[in-house]
């Protein structure tokens, strides 16, 4: 069965900071990767999604990802970040499995921005 | 357009009472997701339902928990006889179609607070 690993569940940091939110998963199947986004009081938003061609792949607010195969990763990063970029971050996957198409979560990262 | 909606937005009860959580797809989303998010934790599943085919059930965590879903419309969770570990954020999403790049569209979620 598939899973994912959120490696922190907390990261502070500075404005206008690069930052990198680690994800990493592990499925025997090919996999389609995801990252979600819950600003406070609000439902989860799509960031951003790797499905199939190159692995960097670029989504909304500046965002962008990176698919490693060899490393099972997909980790999200951002190279100068906001206040309004504090949020919830989820990282997903998702394989066909017995004709459903679940997403399996990660635990998520609390990205927290300091002025 | 309209999002994902979900009714109530918090609900207070007591353990041993059953409750019924509601959400409204997005007109025309075929498929309907039901997550739940306990405190510190990711997204789990609960059920999926694509359109008239029978729902994919292999989340509900146990036999107090149902779910019914009226055509392609609205969907009613129902937990029975609640218990205090059922105290979460129980998250609804929808998606036009089924497949495995599909995005899920998700509501803000009814936080459940069993006493």
């Known amino acids: 069965a598939q899973s994912v690993t959120q490696l922190d569940s907390q990261v502070p940091v500075f404005e206008e900071a690069p930052v990198e939110l680690r994800c990493n998963y592990s499925s025997s199947v090919s996999v389609y990767l995801f990252w979600y986004v819950q600003y406070p009081n609000q439902g989860l938003q799509l960031l951003l999604k790797y499905l199939s061609g190159s692995t960097l792949v670029k989504g909304i607010n500046g965002f962008e990802a990176e698919f490693n195969k060899s490393q099972t990763s997909f980790h999200l990063r951002k190279p100068s970040v906001h206040i309004s970029d504090t949020a919830e971050y989820f990282c997903a996957v998702r394989t066909l499995i017995q004709g459903a198409q679940k997403l399996v979560f990660g635990q998520g990262t609390r990205l927290t921005i300091n002025p | 357009g309209a999002g994902v909606s979900q009714s109530p937005s918090n609900k207070v009860t007591e353990k041993g009472k059953d409750v019924e959580l509601r959400c409204d797809p997005i007109?025309?989303?075929?498929?309907l997701y039901w997550y739940r998010q306990r405190l510190g934790q990711g997204l789990e599943f609960l059920i999926y339902f694509q359109g008239n085919s029978a729902p994919d059930k292999s989340g509900l965590p146990s036999d107090r928990f149902s779910a019914e879903r009226t055509g392609e419309s609205v969907s009613t969770l129902t937990i029975q006889r609640t218990q205090q570990e059922d105290s979460a954020v129980y998250l609804c999403?929808?998606?036009?179609?089924?497949?495995?790049?599909?995005?899920?569209?998700f509501g803000p979620g009814t936080r459940l607070l069993v006493l």
């Open positions: 007109s025309g989303h075929t498929a």
């Open positions: 999403a929808s998606s036009w179609r089924p497949g495995l790049g599909e995005t899920q569209y």
